[in-house]
C-alpha cells in the first residue's frame, strides 16, 4: 500500500457471528486474533519498513485464539444444507469438514429451510427432504430467505418489484451517510422515502436512477451520483446482481409480470421469507416482541422510525448496542398467518354455544414463535372437537332452547316445556318435570353423531323429517317423570320444617279427598293441569279489571311466588284489597304461616298449626269482603273460643313466597316497578300514573283557564273512560289551581279530583270576584287590626289571603249542592261570593281574631317556662302551637273547625297554668303526655300508610281534631270537649279507617 508507513491497532473488529439464541446475524465488537493482528501489522510494510502501533499489551496478544474462527462456524448454515440435500451429499453433520460446525447451528439451519418450506426433515431418505419449494430453492444462488421471496413473487405476480428489493438486499446499502455531510445526505435521500415501507424506498431508488441513467451521459450519471450521496459502483453492482437474477430467473422459467403490482403483493411475497423477522409493538417498553422472545428495535435510519407501527417486518435483525429491525416495513398479522401455515401453533379455550351462528365456537390464539397473531379469535368449535361442539349443541341449542330457528318440532318442543316448567312453578315442585339429562339422551339418541351444529342439523333434517317427522317432538308423558305423588300444592319439609306432608290436598275446603295423583296413574297430566288451574289461576280478578298472574319457584329471589302484572294506566283502578287471601293453592301454607307468626302464649292453642290452619280455611269466606287475618281471628274464636286480638298477627314471619308480588308494566311489558306493598307502589308511582292520564286525555285537558263557560269547561265529568287495546283506561276530571288560572286534568283517583277540584273552584271563583279590601279593612276594628299582625304568614297581606279562600270555602260549602260541576252551578257560586263575600271575610276574621290573641300568649308563656324540668313540657307544647296556627292555617282549618282552636289555645294556657304548681301535677302531666303522645304516634303511623290521595278526607283529619279533644280532656277538662272522647274511642276510629281503606 503505497505511503502507508504506520499502523494504529485497536485489536477489535466487528465480526459476524450467527446467534443460534436469536437466529439473527449478529455484528459484536470482539478482540481479533493473532493472525488478523499480523494482517494488519503487515499493511505498513509491504513496499518497506514500517511501525505498527498496538493499543494492547504483549501478553494480551499472546492470549488471543492464533487464527479467527472459520466463516462456516459463524454464519447461518440454511443455504449450505440446501445445496448439500440437493447434490445428495447426505447428511451435513456427517460431511467431513475440516472445521465442522456444531450441531446447533446444523439444527438452526435445518429450522429456517423448514420455516421457508423447503425441507421435510420426516422424509426418511435424505435425497427425498426436499419439498417442490425446497427443489426450486436450491436453483437460485442467492440467500435461502431471498430465493423464497422470488418464488411467492412468482406466485403473487410481483416478481418484477421483488427482484429488484433481493438484488438491493444482497449486497451494501447503495446510499452514503459520510458522518461530515449527514444532513446533507439524509436530505437526499428523503425524496424515495415511503412512509410505510424501507421496501418501497428501494423501489422509489430504483426507479428513479433508471430514469436520471437514461437522461444523462456516464459522466454525468456518475457526478450526480456523488452529488446525491449514492455510491456508483454499489449501484452498478445492485444493477449487475438485477441483471444475473433475471437471466437465471428466465432459464427457471419464471416470467416477470407485465403489471406494476402494488405494495401490499410485494411485502406478502418478501413476507415468506421474514417469518422469524416479524414484530409486534410493545407501546410499554417502545419496542417489539419478536420470534422466540427476541426484543428488537427499529433501527433509527428506517422510515418507520418516528411512527413505530403495530406490526412490523424486517429484513435483517442485527446485534450491535442492541438488536436492531434493519429495512422495515408495515405488516398484516393477518398476512403472517397466511404465510406461516406451516408454522403457527393454535390454542383454543372457552368452548361454548353462540347463538348467533347457531353453533359451538371456542376462543382461538395463534402464535408464530411466540408471537401472539390472534389472541381472541372466535372459531368453530366442530373442526376443534367435533363430539364437545356436538354435545354443546344438543345441550344448548335444542335442550335449553338457545336457537334462531324455524323448526316446528323445536318450538313445539319449547311450548310444552315451558308449560310442563310452568306447573311445577305453580305446584313449587321440581320433581314432575325430566331434567335437562333426559332430554339430551333423547336427542343424542335420535340425531346422527355427524350433526355438530345448527347447519349440520338443517341438512340432516331436510330429508329426515320426511320420513319421521315425529322423530323429536316431545310427550307429556315423556317430560314427566313418573315419580311425583300428591298434591301439587305439598311441600314436604320446605318452609319451617314443620309437620310435613299435612296439607293432603285439601285446599281451602275447594278439594275434598287425599289429592293423592301420581304420574303412573291414567290422565294423570289431565288431572293435574285441571287441578292446577283451579288452585293456581293465571289470572286475577278485580272488578271489570283482569290482572294476569304468573307463578316463580326460585326461593330467595324477590318475586319468588305468585306476580301480579298490572299495567301502568290502570293502577289507580286496582284496590288493595283481596291479595291478602292469595291464590287458593297457596291459602293452606299461608294460613300456616299467619297462625305460625302469632306469639307463643296464644300459638299454644292451634297445635297442629297445619290441621287449624285448614280447618279455619274450611269455614272462612272470601267473598266476605274482610282481610284474611281478620276472617281466622273470626273462624278460629268460634272454633275454639280463643280470641286473637289483631295486632298479634305478624306479616314480617311470613315467608315473602307467601305474598303477592305486584310487577307494574307499561305498555310494551316492561317492568316500572315492582314490590310486595301496592300502597306504596301506587303512592311512587302516581306522577307516571298522572302522565298516563294525561297522554290519555290529552282531547279533554284544558289549560288557561280563568272563568267557567261552556266552551272553556262545560260540564265537568265524573269520570273519564277511554279504551287503549284491550283495557278501559278511568280517571277522573278535575279543576287544578295553577294560582293565575286553572286548567281541566285528568286525575288518577276520586279523592285527589276533589282535592284538587275545591281549590281550583276557589281560584276560579276569586279570579272572577274583585274583593272589596276597603271597605272590609275599614268595618275591621283597631283590635283586630292589630291582633292580626300578630301571624305567622310573614305579613298581614298573605293572612288576608288566607281568611278570603277560608271565606270562599265556607260560602261554597254553605251552598249544600254538594260541589260545582257545570257553568250553571258555578254561576250560582260566583253570585253567592260575590253577594257574601264581605260578611264571610268579617266572620273568618272575628273567629281569627282571638285566635291569633292566644297563640300570641302561649308562645309567650311557653318561652318563660325556662326551668330544666319543663323542658320537655315546653317541647310538647311548641309542638302543639305549630300544629294549630302556621301559615296558611286558616284555610287549611276550615271555618267550621277554626271556631274550635281557640278552645284548644285556652287548653294549652290552663295547662301551663297548672303544671308548675307541684311535682305531683308535673308527674301527672307527663303521664297524660305519654298516652297523648302513643295516640299521636299511632295516627302518624296510619296516616303515612296511607295513600297520599287519602290523607286530606274529612275520616282522616278527624283523627287529627280528635287528638286535640283528647288533649281538653286530659289537660284541660274544666273546659269541656265537643264530643265523648278517650284513646279507645281514637284507636277504634283508626281501626274503623285502616278497614275501609284495606277494603
Known sequence: MPGIRYVVDTGTARISRYSQRLKVQRLPIEPISQASARQRAGRCGRLADGIAIRLYSQ??????????????????????????????????????????????????????????????????????????????????????????????????????????????????????????????????????????????TLLNLWAYLATQQKELSGSAFRRMCKQEYLHYLRIREWQDLHGQLRHILRSLDL??????????????????????????????????????????????????????????MSAELVETTRLWARTNAVTDPAWVEEAARHLVKRSHSEPRWSKARGSAVATERVTLYGVPLATDRIVALGAIDPALARDLFIRHGLVEGDWDTPHRFFHDNRKLLARMADLEHRARRRDIVVDDEALVAFYDERIPATVISGAHFDAWWKKARRRTPDILTFTEELLLTGDGGGHPGEHPGEHNGEHNGEHNGEHNGEHPGDGSYTTSSPGWSRQLTRQLAADFPTSWTQGELTLPLTYQFEPGTEADG??????????????????????????????????????????????????????????????????????????????????????????????????????????????????????????????????????????????????????????????????????????YPAVVDHQ????????????ERDVATRAGVRRLLLLNTTVPWPRILALLSNEQKLALGHNPHGGVPALLEDVLAAAVDAIVAGRGTGGVRDERQ??????????????????????????????????????????????????????????????????????????????????????????????????????????????????????????AHRRHDADVLALRWMVQELRISLFAQPLGTAYPVSAKRIYKAMDALDAIDGS
Not at 874 to 900: C, E, H, I, K, S
Open 255 to 312: 416470467p416477470f409480470n407485465t403489471s406494476p403490482a402494488g405494495a401490499d403483493r410485494v411485502h406478502q411475497a418478501l413476507l415468506t421469507g421474514l417469518l422469524s423477522h416479524v414484530g409486534l409493538r410493545d407501546p410499554q417498553r417502545r419496542d417489539y416482541l419478536g420470534a422466540r422472545g427476541a426484543r428488537f428495535a427499529l433501527q433509527p435510519g428506517s422510515t418507520l422510525f418516528r411512527r413505530p407501527p403495530d406490526w412490523v
Open 562 to 731: 305468585v306476580t301480579c302484572h298490572i299495567p301502568l294506566d290502570v293502577l289507580n283502578q286496582v284496590a288493595d284489597r283481596g291479595f291478602d287471601w292469595q291464590v287458593p293453592g297457596m291459602r293452606a301454607e299461608l294460613a300456616t304461616a299467619l297462625l305460625k307468626s302469632l306469639p307463643k302464649a296464644t300459638r299454644k292453642h292451634f297445635v297442629p298449626t297445619p290441621d287449624h290452619a285448614r280447618a279455619a280455611l274450611a269455614l272462612a269466606d272470601p267473598e266476605a269482603g274482610v282481610d284474611l287475618t281478620d276472617e281466622l281471628s273470626r273462624v278460629l274464636r268460634a272454633r275454639t273460643g280463643v280470641v286473637v286480638p289483631a295486632g298479634e298477627w305478624d306479616l314480617s314471619r311470613v315467608p315473602d313466597h307467601l305474598r303477592i308480588t305486584f310487577r307494574i308494566e307499561d305498555a310494551r311489558r316492561r317492568r316500572v316497578a315492582e314490590g310486595k306493598d301496592l300502597g306504596a307502589l301506587k303512592e311512587a308511582l302516581a306522577p307516571q300514573v298522572r302522565d298516563s292520564m294525561k297522554a290519555a286525555a290529552a282531547a279533554i285537558e284544558k289549560r288557561g283557564i280563568t272563568t267557567w263557560t261552556d266552551q272553556s269547561i262545560g260540564e265537568l265529568p265524573v269520570t273519564f273512560e277511554r279504551r287503549v287495546g284491550g283495557r278501559i283506561l278511568q280517571g
Open 59 to 200: 501478553d494480551d496478544h499472546d492470549q488471543r485464539p492464533a487464527y479467527t474462527d472459520p466463516e462456516i462456524l459463524r454464519t447461518n448454515l440454511a443455504w449450505v444444507i440446501l445445496q448439500m440435500t440437493a447434490l445428495g451429499l447426505g447428511e451435513i453433520a456427517r460431511f467431513p469438514f475440516v472445521d465442522p460446525p456444531d450441531a446447533r447451528q446444523i439444527a438452526d439451519g435445518v429450522r429456517l429451510l423448514q420455516e421457508l418450506g423447503a425441507l421435510d426433515t420426516t422424509a426418511r431418505d435424505v435425497r427425498q427432504r426436499l419439498t417442490p419449494i425446497g427443489q426450486r430453492l436450491a436453483q437460485l444462488p442467492v440467500e435461502p430467505r431471498f430465493a423464497r421471496m422470488l418464488l411467492a413473487a412468482h406466485e403473487l405476480g410481483a416478481l418484477r418489484e421483488v427482484v429488484v428489493i433481493v438484488a438491493a438486499l444482497s449486497i451494501q446499502d447503495v446510499r452514503e451517510r459520510p458522518a461530515e455531510a449527514s444532513t446533507q445526505a439524509d436530505q437526499q435521500h428523503a425524496r424515495f422515502k415511503d412512509e410505510h415501507s424501507d421496501f418501497v
Open 826 to 947: 258555578f254561576a250560582a257560586a260566583l253570585a253567592g261570593v260575590r253577594q257574601q263575600i264581605v260578611p264571610a271575610v268579617i266572620e273568618v276574621v272575628e273567629v281569627v281574631q282571638p285566635i291569633l290573641d292566644l297563640a300570641r300568649q302561649v308562645g309567650l308563656a311557653v318561652e318563660s317556662m325556662t326551668a330544666p324540668g319543663l323542658a320537655d313540657l315546653r317541647q310538647d307544647l311548641r309542638g302543639q302551637l305549630a300544629d294549630l296556627v302556621y301559615d296558611g292555617f286558616v284555610a287549611d282549618t276550615g271555618l267550621p273547625q277554626l271556631r274550635q282552636v281557640a278552645r284548644y289555645l285556652r287548653g294549652m294556657l290552663h295547662r301551663i297554668g297548672k303544671a308548675p304548681n307541684s311535682p305531683l301535677d308535673l308527674a301527672r302531666d307527663a303521664q297524660r303526655r305519654s298516652e297523648v303522645a302513643q295516640v299521636e304516634a299511632e295516627r302518624v303511623a296510619l296516616i303515612a300508610a296511607l295513600p
Open 740 to 751: 293565575d288560572s286553572v286548567a281541566v286534568e285528568v286525575l288518577a283517583s276520586a279523592a
